[in-house]
């Protein structure tokens, strides 16, 4: 089942870019067999899924990994359907998708990120992903709280989408 998933990820982007998610995403989510809630309080399972989360419920590898799964190929739709210049860039939408798959499909498409990248603005995307025009940080808070995960998240993601620049 794993490899079915894994096949259909880099169906949708690339293998380059599917290799670069299953490395980085569960690199910032973590993987934690049961439900909970995360540092803001919202119900998190596996590697930072929040869909269908049952809190306290123990989650079997094999359903962490599917979920993971779903969840990267749901992101990686959101990032193609709203930034199709990114097809053929693997490690800008590797950065893109696991930068969705943190701040949401909706909030990636509606982000000065996504209308950088349809501008072929490349630099410019990349640096709004962690930094605001103004210098400040972006995209590092959750419910008004700065998060160290989401700092260093933020500069990875960053780094990845600049390489090959």
């Not at 995360?38 to 119900?43: H, L, Q, S, T």
């Not at 990114?86 to 590797?94: E, G, R, V, W, Y």
């Not at 410019?124 to 992903?129: E, F, P, V």
């Given at each position: 089942m794993a490899n079915?998933?894994?096949g259909a990820l880099a169906g949708v982007v690339g293998t380059a870019a599917a290799t670069i998610l299953y490395c980085i995403v569960p690199r910032f989510e973590g993987i934690i067999h049961r439900g909970y809630f995360?540092?803001?309080?919202?119900?998190t399972k596996c590697s930072g899924d929040t869909h269908d989360v049952v809190v306290g419920k123990r989650y079997r590898a094999d359903e962490c990994r599917e979920s993971l799964n779903r969840q990267l190929i749901a992101h990686a739709d959101d990032v193609l359907r709203c930034t199709p210049v990114?097809?053929?860039?693997?490690?800008?939408?590797?950065a893109a998708v696991s930068f969705a798959y943190n701040i949401g499909g909706e909030a990636y498409c509606s982000s000065t990120t996504a209308k950088r990248f349809n501008a072929h603005d490349w630099r410019?995307?990349?640096?709004?992903?962690n930094e605001s025009d103004s210098n400040r940080p972006r995209w590092v808070f959750s419910r008004g709280k700065l998060l160290p995960g989401?700092?260093?998240?933020r500069a990875a993601e960053r780094s990845l989408c600049?390489?090959?620049l």
């Open positions: 079915l998933a894994k995360d540092p803001v309080g919202i119900a990114l097809k053929d860039h693997p490690n800008q939408l590797a410019g995307a990349c640096r709004a992903m989401l700092v260093k998240r600049e390489a090959g």
